[in-house]
């Protein structure tokens, strides 16, 4: 017997239900269960229509992901699509929470479909590296059209019911009693099959399929997954509709079992691990109403913003008047081009800005629930704020800094009880980018990190919790990126090569690009509060010094490691080869030529050495969250899974073997991690 779906007799339809919690996917023996349902339908004399629904909370929320990794069993979803469009009774899709992936393209292959208030569809599949595999690239255009099919399929768009009504992809919208309205709908079809397949696709104009093909490619960095979604869409015009089905499924099976899909699984699995462990572990997380944000800058600006548009009510605090009004007007300069854009309503602005006070008195910082400090990245400042912060906030108030690289436990110990302090890691723009480090320190109650995750969760970020220790997780794996590319400059490599190569490879921008673009005397001015720390056995590039005692501070100055005219527009500039070949010379290096791949061997494999670093000394529990943070955080192209991912794909014995090398290259200093850590 089939617990998986169900079904039963009502009012002379069959309801066949899934029940496959929490998101009915449709796993083997769903697809197995809704088979021997079609077949009951069709056997069952006293069965007019059937419907199909989901239980619990949602309809069929996409396939069980796991399966894509092993050899696909039967039966597949294309088969269960066939037998109900081959059912001689009608079967009505009854969607309510989502419907997705193979769930949608379920609902697809029935000959009506009604949906609840607030249910979403969508064909997410090429965000995992893969297309719709069971009809959807064939079945959705022939209802919305070419140009629509591609933008939703390749963007991997959710629309919502109400949309989905406008599109004539649904037929009914209905506020309650779901089912009711799907038995109704189905006795109405008077027996007769209204099947997706049989519809022709609506003929299209060849500039407008460009245009939605062109921004497809754009938008999906042309990625193999996007270029075969629109191939497959295109077919829906040109070819019956049973081959376009075949052509479908053997490209889903040769991009299923691809490197890169293996990689977007990887990173899928790893980035929903911390919700689930936190759902699973009984730490009872604290409620969060009111918000205060110290400090009006641009992190604390965009903070506030951030928290805003969550729903949370926010204080933003700041002692310089100047700084608040600026932070202040940044704020409401970013509601007021929401509104203008039309991308948020004039109700919602205004009750936005509702929830959003201002001033310079700690006073007003006393009903916050969570309070997070965003000042200047120094150590007396940060006590400074924290003595007021311990003064004035609320005994259960949880308080959290937003340091990119100081200690937290000696900011912690001022105040009169550390278990309520840790770390809130935005990364700049607060309110745009995904990442966020949350870092427990010794005393940090496991309460207020269950917190920060599900503070994270409402904000719409990818947190990853770190122990604290320098550079936490990400600048940590970044500094020794950007160390090895120094490296590499002087052995004979230049800015724009290592940029290119590793741009090439995925990455949003190269190393050098981003520091001209973030400023190179941040990074000096650390280098310069280290001097006197540091081993003078080990080897030490100096070509950023030399640029930042000329004034070249990257793009804000004109120059950095590039030369920049007045738009901004980036050229080489021959002075800094001059620069890096003395700085070869003065260390008797003799330069050498460097191949792209060479290039990037090296970044991913210090990457790796980092990370296993990192999980020896329980910076990080999961070696995964290390792969979570380079990807959300630092421009790690997501496709290529992580330096974890990829150190799994090499294997130990080769890993091991490339290590030696890369230790050689690197030479006095470079320590060398146990590997061994990153396979257990």
């Given at each position: 017997?089939?617990?998986?779906?169900?079904?039963?007799?009502?009012?002379?339809?069959?309801?066949?239900?899934?029940?496959?919690?929490?998101?009915?996917?449709?796993?083997?023996?769903?697809?197995?269960?809704?088979?021997?349902?079609?077949?009951?339908?069709?056997?069952?004399?006293?069965?007019?229509?059937?419907?199909?629904?989901?239980?619990?909370?949602?309809?069929?929320?996409?396939?069980?992901?796991?399966?894509?990794?092993?050899?696909?069993?039967?039966?597949?979803?294309?088969?269960?699509?066939?037998?109900?469009?081959?059912?001689?009774?009608?079967?009505?899709?009854?969607?309510?929470?989502?419907?997705?992936?193979?769930?949608?393209?379920?609902?697809?292959?029935?000959?009506?479909?009604?949906?609840?208030?607030?249910?979403?569809?969508?064909?997410?599949?090429?965000?995992?590296?893969?297309?719709?595999?069971?009809?959807?690239?064939?079945?959705?255009?022939?209802?919305?059209?070419?140009?629509?099919?591609?933008?939703?399929?390749?963007?991997?768009?959710?629309?919502?019911?109400?949309?989905?009504?406008?599109?004539?992809?649904?037929?009914?919208?209905?506020?309650?009693?779901?089912?009711?309205?799907?038995?109704?709908?189905?006795?109405?079809?008077?027996?007769?099959?209204?099947?997706?397949?049989?519809?022709?696709?609506?003929?299209?104009?060849?500039?407008?399929?460009?245009?939605?093909?062109?921004?497809?490619?754009?938008?999906?960095?042309?990625?193999?997954?996007?270029?075969?979604?629109?191939?497959?869409?295109?077919?829906?015009?040109?070819?019956?509709?049973?081959?376009?089905?075949?052509?479908?499924?053997?490209?889903?099976?040769?991009?299923?079992?691809?490197?890169?899909?293996?990689?977007?699984?990887?990173?899928?699995?790893?980035?929903?691990?911390?919700?689930?462990?936190?759902?699973?572990?009984?730490?009872?997380?604290?409620?969060?109403?009111?918000?205060?944000?110290?400090?009006?800058?641009t992190m604390g600006s965009g903070i506030a913003i951030a928290c805003l548009s969550a729903g949370y009510s926010v204080h933003l605090l700041d002692q310089s008047a100047t700084s608040l009004v600026n932070g202040v007007k940044k704020v409401e300069d970013f509601y007021g081009a929401r509104l203008m854009n039309g991308k948020m309503s004039a109700e919602k602005v205004a009750a936005a800005l509702g929830r959003f006070t201002h001033s310079s008195q700690w006073a007003d910082i006393a009903s916050a629930d969570l309070i997070i400090e965003a000042v200047f990245e120094d150590m007396e400042v940060?006590?400074?704020?924290?003595?007021?912060?311990?003064?004035?906030?609320?005994?259960?108030?949880?308080?959290?800094?937003?340091?990119?690289?100081?200690?937290?436990?000696?900011?912690?110990?001022?105040?009169?009880?550390?278990?309520?302090?840790?770390?809130?890691?935005?990364?700049?723009?607060?309110?745009?980018?995904?990442?966020?480090?949350?870092?427990?320190?010794?005393?940090?109650?496991?309460?207020?990190?269950?917190?920060?995750?599900?503070?994270?969760?409402?904000?719409?970020?990818?947190?990853?919790?770190?122990?604290?220790?320098?550079?936490?997780?990400?600048?940590?794996?970044?500094?020794?990126?950007?160390?090895?590319?120094?490296?590499?400059?002087?052995?004979?490599?230049?800015?724009?090569?290592?940029?290119?190569?590793?741009?090439?490879?995925?990455?949003?921008?190269?190393?050098?690009?981003?520091?001209?673009?973030?400023?190179?005397?941040?990074?000096?001015?650390?280098?310069?509060?280290?001097?006197?720390?540091?081993?003078?056995?080990?080897?030490?590039?100096?070509?950023?010094?030399?640029?930042?005692?000329?004034?070249?501070?990257?793009?804000?100055?004109?120059?950095?490691?590039?030369?920049?005219?007045?738009?901004?527009?980036?050229?080489?500039?021959?002075?800094?080869?001059?620069?890096?070949?003395?700085?070869?010379?003065?260390?008797?290096?003799?330069?050498?030529?460097?191949?792209?791949?060479?290039?990037?061997?090296?970044?991913?494999?210090?990457?790796?050495?980092?990370?296993?670093?990192?999980?020896?000394?329980?910076?990080?529990?999961?070696?995964?969250?290390?792969?979570?943070?380079?990807?959300?955080?630092?421009?790690?192209?997501?496709?290529?899974?992580?330096?974890?991912?990829?150190?799994?794909?090499?294997?130990?014995?080769?890993?091991?073997?490339?290590?030696?090398?890369?230790?050689?290259?690197?030479?006095?200093?470079?320590?060398?991690?146990?590997?061994?850590?990153?396979?257990?």
């Open positions: 017997m089939n617990t998986k779906v169900t079904s039963h007799l009502e009012s002379g339809v069959m309801v066949i239900t899934v029940n496959n919690p929490p998101i009915n996917a449709g796993s083997i023996e769903v697809r197995q269960g809704l088979l021997d349902a079609i077949t009951a339908l069709e056997a069952n004399s006293a069965a007019q229509a059937g419907v199909i629904i989901g239980a619990g909370t949602t309809f069929i929320a996409g396939s069980d992901i796991k399966e894509f990794s092993l050899p696909l069993a039967e039966p597949h979803l294309p088969q269960v699509i066939a037998a109900i469009e081959n059912c001689s009774k009608p079967v009505v899709c009854a969607i309510h929470g989502a419907a997705l992936g193979g769930g949608f393209e379920l609902a697809l292959g029935c000959d009506a479909r009604i949906a609840q208030e607030g249910a979403v569809v969508g064909l997410p599949e090429v965000s995992l590296g893969i297309i719709p595999g069971a009809g959807g690239t064939q079945r959705l255009p022939r209802i919305i059209g070419i140009e629509k099919s591609i933008e939703l399929i390749c963007g991997a768009t959710r629309i919502k019911a109400d949309e989905a009504l406008k599109l004539g992809i649904v037929i009914k919208v209905v506020r309650e009693d779901l089912l009711a309205h799907a038995i109704s709908l189905a006795l109405a079809l008077g027996g007769k099959k209204s099947r997706v397949r049989d519809l022709a696709t609506p003929r299209a104009e060849t500039v407008n399929i460009e245009t939605a093909t062109q921004k497809a490619l754009r938008a999906g960095k042309s990625r193999p997954q996007i270029k075969m979604a629109i191939e497959m869409i295109l077919n829906a015009m040109t070819l019956p509709i049973d081959q376009g089905l075949a052509k479908e499924r053997e490209v889903f099976q040769a991009l299923r079992i691809s490197t890169e899909a293996k990689a977007l699984r990887h990173q899928f699995f790893a980035e929903r691990k911390l919700f689930k462990a936190l759902s699973s572990n009984g730490t009872q997380a604290k409620t969060v109403d009111g918000i205060a944000v110290i400090g009006a800058g940060k006590h400074a704020v924290f003595k007021q912060i311990d003064e004035h906030a609320k005994a259960d108030a949880l308080l959290a800094t937003n340091t990119s690289y100081l200690d937290i436990e000696v900011i912690a110990a001022k105040t009169r009880n550390p278990a309520r302090v840790f770390g809130l890691h935005f990364f700049s723009p607060a309110n745009i980018m995904k990442l966020m480090e949350i870092i427990r320190l010794k005393e940090t109650a496991d309460a207020v990190i269950a917190t920060g995750l599900l503070f994270a969760k409402r904000l719409g970020k990818t947190p990853v919790i770190s122990a604290n220790a320098f550079g936490f997780i990400g600048n940590r794996i970044y500094a020794a990126y950007r160390r090895q590319c120094e490296f590499m400059l002087e052995e004979g490599a230049y800015p724009e090569q290592i940029d290119k190569a590793l741009e090439e490879f995925g990455f949003a921008m190269g190393p050098f690009a981003v520091a001209d673009m973030s400023g190179l005397d941040i990074a000096w001015a650390m280098r310069k509060s280290q001097a006197a720390s540091r081993d003078p056995g080990h080897r030490y590039v100096n070509i950023p010094d030399v640029l930042c005692i000329e004034g070249r501070f990257g793009r804000k100055t004109g120059s950095g490691y590039y030369a920049y005219d007045s738009a901004g527009k980036r050229t080489v500039d021959p002075w800094v080869h001059q620069v890096i070949d003395k700085a070869s010379a003065a260390k008797n290096m003799v330069r050498r030529p460097f191949s792209s791949q060479e290039i990037v061997d090296r970044v991913l494999l210090v990457m790796i050495n980092e990370v296993a670093h990192l999980v020896s000394e329980a910076v990080v529990s999961d070696a995964t969250d290390c792969d979570i943070a380079l990807v959300n955080g630092y421009g790690f192209p997501r496709w290529q899974g992580g330096p974890v991912f990829i150190a799994h794909e090499m294997g130990l014995e080769k890993l091991t073997t490339a290590m030696g090398v890369l230790e050689k290259q690197s030479g006095p200093g470079f320590k060398r991690a146990n590997l061994n850590v990153l396979f257990k």
